[in-house]
């Protein structure tokens, strides 16, 4: 079964610091996402980019975020200067192209923690 | 979007059915509904989805009634490993595009 694969499983910044976590999705989609989930709190919508640029993006996504799609293959949001409230579980995910008959397929997360 | 309700917790054991009704009053006539399952530390992995009447894999089934303003995902003979979260969620089916939004979800607890 194809699988949404994300890199690091874990990371840890200091404050301040810019992280960059990656994806790999399946490779026939072409919708990507990306949302957190704070520790014990909801899965929160990030933003979704479609044709190499941003379709949507939420409240949280701020100037300090950015997505890029920088080859075939690699999908990647970057933090440009951490913070505390930052820490959290990072999911990307994708999708079919044209139907959503299968829903969205979501990687195993990366856990970021900025001390 | 379509605001879901579903039960914040539920308890079952071993080998039961487990029934997960969800409301969603307000669901638009291009809206499908979907279920997803979350274990601790993993990321939402989808279950089932459907539009109206029934709709059956190898992991549950969904009813819809005629109307459409709620579903039940059914879980059949559970195991311990089905403890997890369970999302309902509406969200047009053929709009890729749309971002789908979590709720609280229904906290599933299966004893033995």
């Known amino acids: 079964e194809p699988e949404v694969t994300q890199t690091p499983s874990h990371q840890v910044t200091q404050m301040g610091q810019e992280v960059i976590l990656r994806c790999v999705p399946i490779s026939n989609h072409l919708y990507f996402y990306w949302y957190r989930q704070i520790l014990g709190q909801k899965v929160e919508f990030l933003v979704s980019f479609y044709n190499n640029e941003i379709s949507e993006k939420s409240e949280i996504f701020d100037d300090q975020f950015s997505v890029e799609r920088p080859d075939g293959s690699n999908f990647t949001l970057k933090i440009r200067s951490t913070k505390l409230e930052d820490s959290a579980m990072y999911f990307c995910?994708?999708?079919?192209?044209?139907?959503?008959?299968?829903?969205?397929?979501f990687g195993s997360g990366t856990r970021l923690t900025v001390v | 979007l379509a605001k879901t309700t579903q039960p914040i917790s539920m308890d079952s054991y071993e080998g039961q059915e487990v029934n997960i009704t969800c409301s969603h009053n307000n669901i638009a006539t291009n809206d499908y509904i979907t279920w997803y399952q979350q274990f601790p530390s993993q990321g939402p992995r989808f279950i089932i989805q459907?539009?109206?009447t029934k709709v059956t894999n190898e992991v549950a089934s969904l009813f819809i009634p005629a109307d459409r303003k709620s579903s039940t995902l059914s879980l059949p003979r559970v195991s311990l490993s089905d403890t997890a979260v369970y999302y309902c969620l509406v969200a047009p089916g053929y709009s890729s595009a749309s971002k789908i939004i979590f709720g609280s979800g229904t906290r599933l607890s299966i004893r033995p």
């Open positions: 995910a994708s999708s079919e192209a044209l139907t959503n008959d299968y829903g969205y397929t």
């Open positions: 459907g539009y109206k």
